[in-house]
């Protein structure tokens, strides 16, 4: 009986680590190929390739811990890195909905799962946050343009000087929505990521970057990104710490 008992909770564990990506791509024709990368320490690594089917496609696979994953398409370029355009998700066990939007990658969504869901509001409410600065850029494209080629230092000055303390006031924002999603979002895969990017940056140290990290659920601590930012504590903490004396 306890053997049967034992079987039957490795199995549950087994069906819980497990995840899948259901993905549209509309427009993509048949048999092209769609890549599955996870983040690696010298950049993404590659997880699988599928094809597309009638316009869907589909990732299976195993995720003992939630990792960043980015799914990208084959022949889908971003004209201004000439390279594939990529749309980031968070692997998690349970099913994983994400819409590729081939044409504009800023409209695609993921949803699903409960870090997913968090990720796609996440992004909805920065794509307002940032908004006045996407509006200024497109008003005053033209403007600046004029200002170039005529050599209109003057104007030049205006419009940069207007765009960097916009830019400043979007940065402060943003920057205090990912500290408070950090707090209220302790058990959340994002909250290590955004830790791990003010810890890597150098943005959060000492005390406030320790209390982050611990303050969030002791399995991201078991995470990729919560080995990097605990590796990284570690560090700060041996340069803080005085020298001994021989």
């Known amino acids: 009986m306890k053997q049967v008992v ?8 087994i069906s819980c680590n497990k995840f899948k990506v259901e993905g549209t791509a509309k427009g993509i024709k048949d048999g092209t190929k ?3 990368e996870g983040a690696g320490e010298m950049g993404p690594v590659a997880m699988d390739t599928v094809e597309i089917k ?3 496609f589909e990732f299976e696979g195993k995720s003992e811990l939630p990792e960043i994953g980015i799914v990208s398409i084959d022949g889908v370029i971003d004209p201004q890195y000439q390279s594939r355009k990529s749309l980031p998700f968070i692997i998690e066990s349970g099913t994983i909905e994400i819409a590729f939007d081939t044409k504009d990658i800023q409209k695609s969504r993921v949803s699903g799962t409960t870090d997913n869901d ?3 509001k996440y992004t909805d409410e920065s794509v307002l946050i940032n908004k006045p600065i996407m509006d200024f850029q497109k008003n005053n ?3 600046m343009k004029k200002a170039m080629e005529t050599n209109d230092v003057a104007v030049q000055t205006q419009l940069n000087e207007e765009y960097g303390k916009l830019a400043q006031s979007i940065s402060a924002k943003m920057d205090a929505k990912s500290k408070d999603f ?13 830790l791990e990017n003010y810890v890597s940056r150098g943005t959060m140290q000492g005390k406030e970057a320790k ?3 611990e303050k969030l659920d002791k399995k991201l601590h078991e995470t990729k990104s919560g080995k990097n930012v605990k590796k990284a504590l570690d560090a700060q903490l041996k340069a803080a710490a005085p020298e001994k004396k021989k």
């Open 34 to 36: 769609v890549f599955l």
């Open 211 to 213: 209390d982050a990290f």
């Open 6 to 13: 034992l079987l039957f909770s490795a199995l549950i564990l």
């Open 182 to 194: 950090i707090k209220n979002n302790p058990s959340s895969m994002l909250s290590m990521l955004f």
């Open 141 to 143: 494209n033209e403007a």
């Open 54 to 56: 009638e316009g869907k």
């Open 118 to 120: 968090l990720f796609q």
